[in-house]
């Protein structure tokens, strides 16, 4: 045994300790994805460069041989340990833990097998001797076509597990651009020189310097990998979440190039048309609907479909896709069902007009003939139809007021430009002509806001209307102030506060058979307040003070 340590050997010790080196400073990342299977790549590597450094200081020639077939598994699996390790680290699970890819593990234990039993039938080398090559034990052989193509199969394995990694890395923008080169870049060097050693090319051929090329292999995966926490944000993330995003969820998605033919479907999708996807890929998408066409322009529609023998609506939202340059390649299809949505529609509609004509149309002939009673009759029974005059006439104001709701709709209508005081002024002349009481406005005249002045009108009158209707001898104060980006709304009474049951139904927002409202005044403020985007809030300590903040300036699209 040559104890010189010969710089060769000590490239590759120096290759070794540096990949062990690798592994400590991996080894909180161990648990993410790919990271154990990058784990066992530098474990073969380190365990190839010490055997193989070893391997340069033994004249022995059955020693050496041992050796040597050690550095040959080493070349085997780091290819499938490498590629196992991009396609976990780019999120391809499915694809590792696919039936097929395990078979793929055959082609390096068939490659072990050759390599342990070649003594006995000489296929992958043969002629084996031991020479002396710059002051180390080299090795002479000639290399046969199925060892040959066993070192091509591993090669291959590591440029396509790199080309994974580099693809899906340089995907991230700038955030990863050069430690994806230092990833791109760091198998070059030791790959080169096994296609070089078993070329038989090179200035010491029986020397394989592929251990002391693992030294910048091993710095450009500590710049990558450690000093740029590439374990930290991994594409895995961001391939979970893009499959998540269309094929986990439960909206149909469809992706269609410019031609209207059908690219992808998810599970939603191919449930939605009663259709597997491989047999609708190339199809036109509008042969999948009933009757209904999509024109794809980037715009909305509504289609609808029928499957076993249930017709369901469907709301259609397109976006464009393109690639990097630009170039628009097609479209990304989201169908919105909208079938029940259509439905309660209907019968709300419905209802509604039932309730504006029929019960409108009703209460008022009842509320007719209690006044006329009230008027002819005397002592009790005229205090009876009083009492059913003043129920009916609550009723019809609350018909009014659904009827207000409805018509206000919601609330799309553009934004413009309103003189707050002018249009308070409005809303307090009515409600003192229909209700009496003293109404203060203390607003500025050049406060102006840009809102959907309908909306706004509905709550300022319910707000002072609720003052005066439940405060007997009100002294209401209606009140504005700039706060900021804000404008803040205040109307205030002197009277017992609105009942603490009440405001707590509209803090839930619903209403219960037990718990419930007197009317739809204050559901008519709650709403338009959300709608217009502002903030409500009740203070009932001294009387009551209604406060809303409303965005001052609101764009159509955010009315929208």
């Known amino acids: 045994m040559n104890l010189d340590l010969p710089w060769l050997a000590l490239g590759s010790f120096a290759s070794g300790l540096g990949s062990l080196y690798l592994l400590a400073q991996l080894r909180a990342h161990w648990d993410k994805p790919g990271a154990r299977w990058f784990v066992a790549t530098i474990v073969t590597q380190t365990v190839w460069c010490f055997a193989y450094g070893a391997a340069l200081l033994v004249f022995d020639p059955t020693v050496r041989l041992a050796l040597e077939m050690v550095t040959w598994l080493g070349i085997i699996w780091i290819g499938f340990c490498f590629l196992s390790f991009a396609l976990g680290y780019t999120g391809r699970t499915n694809v590792l833990e696919s039936w097929w890819y395990r078979a793929v593990a055959v082609v390096p234990l068939a490659g072990t097998a050759l390599v342990v039993t070649n003594p006995l039938h000489t296929a992958v080398w043969q002629g084996f001797r031991v020479v002396p090559a710059a002051g180390s034990a080299g090795a002479e052989y000639a290399v ?288 003192r002509e229909e209700h009496g009481g003293e109404v203060a406005v203390e607003i500025p005249d050049d406060l102006r806001l840009t809102t959907q002045s309908a909306l706004l009108e509905i709550l300022l009158a319910n707000l002072v209307e609720n003052a005066l209707q439940h405060v007997p001898d009100a002294a209401v104060t209606v009140s504005a102030a700039v706060d900021g980006d804000d404008v803040v709304l205040t109307v205030s009474d002197n009277g017992p506060g609105v009942p603490e049951h009440e405001l707590g139904v509209l803090e839930r927002g619903r209403e219960t058979d037990l718990n419930h409202g007197s009317g739809i005044g204050l559901w008519l403020v709650r709403w338009t307040a959300t709608t217009l985007e502002g903030d409500l809030d009740f203070d009932t300590s001294d009387g009551t003070t209604a406060t809303v903040r409303l965005p001052r300036e609101r764009t159509a699209a955010e009315a929208a």
Request: no cysteine; glycine share 8%; proline share 5%.
């Open 144 to 431: 046969l076509p199925a060892g040959l193509l066993t070192i091509i199969v591993a090669m291959l394995f590591v440029s396509f597990g790199t080309l994974l990694v580099f693809d899906t890395v340089v995907s991230y923008g700038p955030l990863y651009r050069r430690e994806a080169l230092a990833v791109g870049l760091s198998p070059i060097p030791p790959g080169a020189a096994v296609l070089l050693w078993a070329g038989g090319v090179g200035p010491v051929p029986a020397v394989n310097l592929t251990t002391l090329l693992f030294l910048p292999h091993v710095a450009l995966d500590l710049y990558a990998f450690v000093r740029s926490d590439m374990f930290e944000f991994h594409p895995a993330t961001r391939r979970a979440g893009e499959r998540a995003a269309i094929h986990d969820i439960a909206t149909p998605v469809a992706i269609v190039d410019k031609q209207g033919r059908v690219v992808n479907l998810n599970p939603a999708a191919e449930e939605m048309f009663a259709v597997d996807k491989h047999e609708a890929l190339t199809e036109p998408m509008n042969g999948f609907l009933a009757g209904d066409t999509i024109e794809t322009d980037g715009g909305g529609s509504r289609v609808s479909t029928e499957t076993g023998g249930r017709r369901r609506e469907y709301k259609v939202r397109q976006t464009a896709l393109r690639d990097e340059s630009g170039t628009q390649l097609g479209y990304t299809i989201v169908f919105q069902d909208i079938t029940d949505e259509i439905r309660r529609e209907r019968r709300l509609e419905v209802l509604n007009r039932f309730l504006r004509h029929n019960v409108r149309n009703e209460s008022v002939v009842i509320q007719a003939r209690a006044e006329l009673l009230a008027s002819e009759l005397d002592g009790e029974q005229a205090d009876h139809a009083a009492t059913i005059e003043r129920s009916v006439t609550r009723l019809v104001e609350s018909g009014e007021k659904a009827r207000t709701l409805a018509e206000a709709g919601t609330g799309d209508a553009a934004p413009e430009p309103v003189v707050l005081a002018d249009l308070a002024a409005e809303v307090v002349a009515a409600a």
